[in-house]
């Protein structure tokens, strides 16, 4: 059975910084995985994803230059550094794999909360 | 991007259908065959229901379908239940730009 399960989040200020992980399991990782997050009572938004071989990596617009996605394929794992975090960042974190153009896989998610 | 536009919110009784619109541009629906839809329960991760349109991962009901006509596509809910009451999101993963969301409400 597959299973992602994010871990990482937590509460941090403002310019703070995070790193979320993601340890997948019963399928095999080397498809495009994504982070997708929802703000508390918000729709999903997509932050970024990464080519099963980790060499080609996207990015929402309002997070480039501050997170950095990527993946460790020898520990099934996916990773998410997020630097310079603002309020705006508050959502709950989740790891999704990619297939023919969706995500068929997520993990529970992480609560990640930027807060003075 | 813009966000897909979707209704906030659809109601309907047991056993009755519903349909919910997701619309777009021709830059993200139109164009595309990669729309797929999430059913998502209060407080637990989305869950994969429709992908390329119209086909429904193993395990879905096939009381969800799926279809689309120009920059609007739509997902149709069959035989209403108590536990299809959640909200939904469209998504297109030419753009990467999920749906603003409706939460269905079974009567």
């Known amino acids: 059975e597959a299973q992602m399960v994010e871990s990482g989040g937590g509460l941090v200020q403002p310019g703070g910084s995070l790193r979320l992980s993601c340890a997948a399991s019963?399928?095999?990782?080397?498809?495009?995985m994504s982070w997708v997050r929802q703000a508390p009572g918000k729709g999903l938004e997509w932050v970024a994803n990464?080519?099963?071989?980790?060499?080609?990596?996207y990015y929402v617009r309002s997070v480039k230059g501050r997170f950095t996605i990527s993946r460790d394929n020898t520990k099934n794992s996916l990773y998410l550094q997020m630097n310079s975090l603002r309020a705006e960042d508050t959502a709950m974190y989740y790891c999704a794999r990619e297939y023919i153009g969706a995500y068929d896989y997520w993990g529970q998610g992480t609560l990640v909360t930027v807060s003075s | 991007q813009s966000a897909l536009t979707q209704p906030a919110s659809v109601s309907g009784s047991p056993g009755q259908s519903i349909t919910i619109s997701c619309t777009g541009t021709?830059?993200?629906?139109?164009?595309?065959?990669?729309v797929s839809w999430y059913q998502q329960h209060p407080g637990k991760a989305p869950k994969l229901i429709i992908y390329?349109?119209?086909n429904r991962p193993s395990g879905v009901s096939d009381r969800f379908s799926g279809s689309k006509s120009g920059n609007t596509a739509s997902l149709t809910i069959s035989g209403l239940q108590a536990e299809d009451e959640a909200d939904y999101s469209c998504y297109s993963h030419a753009t990467k730009v999920f749906g603003t969301g409706t939460r269905v409400t079974v009567l």
């Open positions: 021709s830059s993200d629906v139109g164009d595309y065959n990669y």
């Open positions: 390329a349109v119209t």
């Open positions: 019963g399928f095999t990782f080397n498809s495009w």
């Open positions: 990464i080519k099963g071989d980790g060499s080609d990596k």
